[in-house]
C-alpha cells in the first residue's frame, strides 16, 4: 500500500498492472491503454473492492488506481461532517489532484454506487477527459427506497456487529459509517441531484445494476441513459442487489470486460 496527498488529505492507494505486461512491446501497448480507476461506494475502501480490481484488470488487460477516500481505509479519517456537496468536492477536486499525482490522463472510471456518482459529476463538469465510465448502481437523485435503506443500515450498524465486520476495513469505522449515514439521511439531502451534469457527458458509459437493488430504482439509470450524449450500454442483473461486483462478479467482470475491448477499439 502506498499513500498520496490530494485535497489536503493523506489517502491510500494501490497500483494493479495485468500479469501478462514484461516485455517491452507489451510495456508500450499498455501505455497506449486507458487506465482503470476504481471510485468505492460509500462505505467502500481499496481493501472492501478485495480481488475484483485485480479481476477486472486481467479481463481487460488495462491497469489500474484503487484509492481509498478521504475518511475511509487507511487514508486520514473524518474529522468533520461531511455536507451535502460531498460528492461534488470528491469529483470537481480531488479526483482531479489524484489523476494528477498518477500522471493519469484520460481514464475509464469505474464506480460503485457513491463512487459512480462521483464519477458522473466528474465526466459531466467538461473539465477532464475521460474515456470511459462504467457506473454500476449510480445515483442521480434521491429516492424513497434509498432513503428507508439506509436507515436502517443505521439500525443495523447500532444493534448488530456491523461496526466490527467495518473495522477490518477502515481505521476508524465508526466515523466511516456516521459520515456516509448522517448524511444521507439529513433533510437537506433529500434535494441533491446531479443530472444538470448528464447533457454534457460524451463518452461511452456501462451501466450495471441489480433488479433487487435495494438502494435504488432502474429509473436512476434509466435517467443516466435518456440523458447522456455518449454511448450507452444497459445490464440489468437478476438474483442480484446493491453490489453487482460481489453477487454477481462473473457476469459484472464479462461486462466490464467487453465494454473496455469496445472503448479501445478492440471490438
Request: include cysteine; charged fraction near 20%.
Amino acid at each position: 500500500m502506498h499513500y498520496l496527498h490530494a485535497g489536503g488529505h493523506r489517502l491510500e492507494y494501490k497500483r494493479i498492472r495485468p500479469h501478462s505486461q514484461g516485455s517491452r512491446s507489451d510495456d508500450a501497448s499498455a501505455a497506449a491503454r486507458p487506465v482503470l480507476v476504481f471510485l468505492h461506494e460509500g462505505l467502500g475502501s481499496t481493501a472492501l473492492w478485495k480481488s475484483f480490481p485485480a479481476a477486472v484488470v486481467e479481463a481487460t488487460g488495462c491497469s489500474a488506481l484503487v484509492y481509498s477516500r478521504y475518511g475511509y481505509g487507511k487514508s486520514d479519517p473524518l474529522t468533520t461532517a461531511r455536507t451535502v456537496d460531498y460528492m461534488h468536492r470528491e469529483a470537481l477536486e480531488v479526483l482531479p489532484a489524484v489523476l494528477a499525482a498518477q500522471s493519469i490522463e484520460n481514464p475509464v472510471l469505474v464506480g460503485h454506487s457513491d463512487g459512480a456518482s462521483i464519477a458522473l459529476i466528474h465526466a459531466g463538469a467538461g473539465r477532464w477527459p475521460v474515456r470511459g465510465l462504467v457506473l454500476m448502481a449510480p445515483h442521480v437523485f434521491v429516492e424513497d427506497i434509498t432513503v428507508s435503506s439506509i436507515a436502517q443500515a443505521k439500525v443495523t450498524f447500532e444493534t448488530t456487529d456491523l461496526a466490527s465486520k467495518l473495522g477490518r476495513y477502515h481505521d476508524d469505522a465508526a466515523s466511516t459509517f456516521r459520515g456516509w449515514n448522517d448524511i444521507w439521511l439529513h433533510p437537506d439531502f433529500r434535494a441533491w441531484n446531479i443530472e444538470e451534469y448528464l447533457p454534457r457527458i460524451s463518452a461511452p458509459v456501462l451501466l450495471i445494476q441489480g433488479e433487487d437493488d435495494q438502494y435504488g430504482t432502474p429509473a436512476q439509470i434509466e435517467a443516466i441513459a435518456r440523458q447522456v450524449r455518449g454511448r450507452v450500454e444497459t445490464v440489468m442483473l437478476p438474483r442480484c442487489g446493491h453490489s453487482p461486483h460481489v453477487d454477481q462478479r462473473e457476469l459484472t467482470v464479462g461486462a466490464i470486460g467487453r465494454f473496455v475491448k469496445g472503448v479501445k477499439g478492440e471490438e
